[in-house]
């Protein structure tokens, strides 16, 4: 009886793991929407920032899901925070065949996950014919602007401001997500650092533009971003409607919670579409 008994509570115990989903789909009010429906929603935007955890499987599996079906959908660009504007050369001789992928990696700043994470993403723009461009601002730009501040840029060559928003940029200290990150420091955070976060944001936004719809106003961007560039519409968002106010952004997000069943409230209204993620989920490095 004792074995039987066992044997019960480890098959309801199976039966209960199998019941378990590993992420779900939710709008932003909170409503758990199929994938097939987060796609046909999401079409006909100019452009659609897809936010997510650099190490999360899920995102990048779904992001790579995503990005088959956008192609599908009419004439697409992709473009991304994981490949900085000064490498973009060499990320195009790649997409025309000019280097191979040893090639990619010996000349550009690669990322570390780039093989498993990003180069998948890559591998498919190029066979579809969709091009790829590298939108962010170099590391050391950044870093340039959180010692120093906006005006650490004005000494750049022409050269090196191609790679970045053209100077000055608008900048807005009060955002929640740029007011966010300084919470987040726990009062050890300078403003410069929000300062940094925004030249990022501007630049991506920035390229999106200029290599996207300003050279073809039939294209449809496919951004790939951390999710804090583009939660709550700010970040890159804010910087697009900057530039061109009458843009259609749409966004999906990624999330982590212990219950992927329901939205938690503190989620709700942080993007298009929430991709919520069992926090028990392995990561990719």
């Not at 790829?132 to 906006?150: L, M, S």
């Not at 997500?177 to 726990?186: K, N, S, V």
């Not at 910087?239 to 219950?259: C, F, H, M, N, R």
């Amino acid at each position: 009886m004792k074995v039987f008994a066992s044997l019960l509570l480890l098959g309801l115990s199976l039966s209960s793991v199998a019941q378990n989903h590993a992420y779900r789909i939710y709008n932003s009010k909170g409503k758990k929407v199929s994938f097939k429906k987060m796609v046909k929603k999401l079409d006909g935007n100019d452009v659609v920032l897809f936010g997510e955890y650099h190490n999360n499987p899920i995102s990048h599996w779904l992001e790579y899901e995503y990005a088959k079906a956008f192609i599908q959908l009419g004439p697409s660009l992709f473009a991304a925070e994981m490949f900085e504007r000064d490498n973009n050369d060499e990320l195009q001789l790649y997409m025309q065949d000019s280097i191979t992928a040893k090639g990619l990696d010996t000349l550009a700043r690669l990322w570390n996950n780039y093989k498993t994470d990003y180069k998948p993403l890559v591998d498919l723009a190029k066979v579809s014919g969709v091009g790829f461009v590298a939108a962010n601002i170099p590391r050391r730009y950044a870093n340039k602007v959180y010692k120093g501040g906006f005006t650490a840029l004005d000494s750049l060559t022409d050269e090196e401001k191609s790679w970045i928003a053209p100077l000055p940029i608008e900048f807005d200290s009060t955002l929640p997500q740029y007011q966010a990150i300084l919470a987040m420091m726990g009062g050890h955070g300078s403003p410069r650092i929000v300062k940094a976060q925004a030249i990022k944001d501007a630049t991506m936004a920035w390229f999106i533009l200029s290599e996207g719809l300003q050279k073809n106003p039939d294209v449809s961007v496919l951004h790939f971003n951390g999710a804090f560039h583009s939660d709550f519409y700010e970040g890159i968002g804010w910087y697009l409607k900057q530039y061109k106010p009458d843009v259609e952004v749409g966004t999906i997000t990624t999330v982590s919670q212990a219950d992927v069943n329901r939205l938690a409230k503190e989620h709700k209204g942080r993007a298009d579409f929430i991709l919520v993620v069992d926090e028990d989920m392995t990561t990719t490095y």
